[in-house]
């Protein structure tokens, strides 16, 4: 007898292949059968009208603690994800003993953007190993979740306070890449590190991880050649200044020492200025010419961030300011309301070191996304250089004063780009280039900033039904059967029989997301930025419904992915 049968569905398996009607089929968490299906059954879904594919599968999240109070992976759940990898960037909760575990919930608050008060209040460090650690997690989440671990993290764990800025020693590297296989023979899925200058900690330090010789890196790179299943992934400036040669060898030669393929994030691609991506895609021809082989992630949707004064991520890099972005806040209310400051700030965001993060010093384009202050109400929807006008102030004053009567909660955003038709076939040309994946939605991270779920299905309502730029049996294809070959997860990201029943149903005329908006659930009572799924009918994790009509079951079916066992080796070549 089936536990499951999908009825009347138009089935898109995942491969590419055309969307055929008819049911599939479902027992004990695997799919059984596809086609017409005839057999008892406990549970008929009636699919008529809907879409049945795959489980999408989403490389680069930051979910590493969010699981441990919202085991759904919301919102990622109802966008139709079913299969998260977490530890991106160098970024992980283990191995840590009680002398690290204050500096890693500060490093992530300050870095990845998650409230310092929800880490504090949602974490209880019952666990110092990275086995410990993914133990915690067994039996407890709604979606499949498998992590990196981090540079950092196993930098800490092996050099103390020598991690930040002190470089390492040979026997220090050796004890690191010991932990390392450790954390990989626990069921770690790769290692995963930062190079890049946009990363601080908790004191506005570099991360341990930027701190590493090129030697380290690839020691330790090497290490993981030895766990079956494995992965890399790496951050480093070029990923966005643009890579230099150096950057492709590092990249490169980090790929061949593990022998295995090396993501960074992520690519962005604009149709105006084409030579930008195309630079940076040159580096998987480069590395598979010498026996590596680089991957870029890249979003399908336009870029769209927030800007806020209270984390100052992204700000901090303006040139003179990450000491004033990393006061306490109420020194910093202080500081932004001092005329000599705000000039010193004003004129390190216009000079020529600002680089990339120039354009931001447009402040007259600014739009202020949300307001909190009742003063400044009217300032809402508008832009900087509107409300400027209307008092009669010039823009980086007004600016300020609106942040400062919001105690700097303020929502900015710099003008979206990259949604026009040009773009988006300019998007879908990259997404067909061997050496480009789709992902790195940061899910979990940057709360203040941005909803990074929204990327699954922005592709299927705008890249397909809106601006027609792929199929929507290639669409799928990029999210599920793509993602999971290249981590070489088993049997997942395919609906075919004996594979595992991670399925999402949806209506193809209506799927979409709704806008990003402030929700304080979170530990403690804190906000972040979150965006519901349209027309995202049911999500099936092992066969098992977590997420109907946009609502979580509490069901939690999900597995806890190990290298070796739940995935199996792909190589550089």
Not at 428 to 444: F, K, L, M, Q, Y
């Amino acid at each position: 007898m089936l536990d499951l049968l999908i009825r009347d569905a138009s089935i898109v398996d995942g491969t590419g292949a055309p969307a055929r009607h008819g049911d599939v089929g479902v027992r004990d968490g695997r799919i059984v059968a596809v086609g017409d299906v005839d057999e008892l059954v406990t549970k008929t879904v009636d699919a008529e009208g809907q879409t049945l594919t795959p489980g999408f599968v989403d490389l680069h999240t930051h979910y590493d603690a969010q699981l441990f109070w919202d085991p759904a992976a919301s919102p990622s759940v109802q966008h139709g994800v079913t299969t998260v990898f977490g530890g991106n960037c160098g970024f992980t909760l283990a191995p840590a003993g009680p002398d690290q575990q204050d500096y890693l919930t500060r490093m992530l608050a300050r870095v990845e953007g998650m409230p310092l008060e929800a880490l504090r209040a949602g974490l209880d460090w019952q666990w110092s190993s990275f086995g410990e650690w993914l133990a915690r997690l067994d039996g407890r989440t709604a979606v499949n979740a498998g992590f990196l671990v981090g540079h950092s993290a196993i930098r800490l764990a092996a050099m103390g306070d020598d991690a930040v800025g002190g470089e390492a020693s040979p026997e220090q590297t050796e004890k690191m890449a010991a932990l390392l296989g450790a954390a990989l023979a626990d069921g770690a899925m790769g290692m995963s590190t930062s190079q890049s200058h946009t990363h601080h900690d908790g004191s506005g330090q570099p991360v341990p991880s930027r701190s590493a010789s090129r030697e380290e890196l690839l020691a330790l790179a090497a290490a993981v050649r030895d766990h079956p299943g494995t992965q890399l992934e790496a951050i480093i400036p070029g990923c966005l200044s643009g890579f230099t040669d150096d950057d492709i060898a590092l990249l490169t030669d980090m790929s061949r020492a593990a022998d295995r393929p090396l993501n960074w994030n992520v690519l962005g691609v604009s149709a105006s200025k084409p030579e930008r991506h195309e630079k940076q895609l040159r580096a998987g021809q480069v590395a598979a010419e010498r026996g590596g082989r680089i991957i870029a992630l890249t979003l399908p949707h336009s870029t769209k961030i927030r800007l806020s004064f209270l984390t100052g991520f992204v700000l901090d890099g303006l040139p003179g300011w990450r000491e004033t972005m990393h006061l306490p806040v109420a020194e910093r209310l202080r500081a932004l309301a001092d005329p000599e400051v705000r000039r010193r700030l004003n004129g390190g965001a216009h000079s020529e070191e600002a680089g990339i993060l120039r354009g931001l010093a447009n402040w007259e384009r600014l739009i202020i996304v949300e307001t909190f202050a009742p003063e400044n109400d009217e300032a809402a929807g508008r832009t900087v250089g509107e409300v400027a006008a209307a008092r009669g102030k010039e823009a980086f004053d007004t600016l300020l004063d609106i942040v400062i009567a919001d105690e700097l909660r303020t929502g900015l955003s710099p003008r979206p780009f990259g949604d026009d038709e040009a773009d988006w076939k300019a998007r879908a040309e990259v997404w067909r280039n061997r050496d480009a994946v789709i992902g790195g939605s940061d899910a979990g991270a940057h709360l203040d900033m941005m909803c990074g779920a929204i990327y699954t299905t922005s592709l299927l309502g705008h890249g397909v039904r809106e601006h027609q730029v792929v199929t929507l049996e290639e669409a799928v294809r990029l999210i599920t059967e793509v993602p999971a070959r290249l981590y070489g997860l088993k049997e997942r990201g395919r609906i075919a029989p004996g594979w595992y029943a991670d399925l999402v149903m949806f209506d193809p005329a209506t799927v979409d997301h709704g806008p990003e908006r402030t929700r304080y659930d979170l530990p403690a009572g804190a906000p972040r930025l979150v965006a519901d799924a349209h027309g995202i009918t049911s999500v099936w994790v092992g066969g098992v419904e977590v997420c109907h009509d946009g609502a979580a079951t509490g069901a939690m079916p999900g597995t806890v992915l190990r290298s070796g066992r739940d995935t199996e080796t792909v190589t550089a070549s």
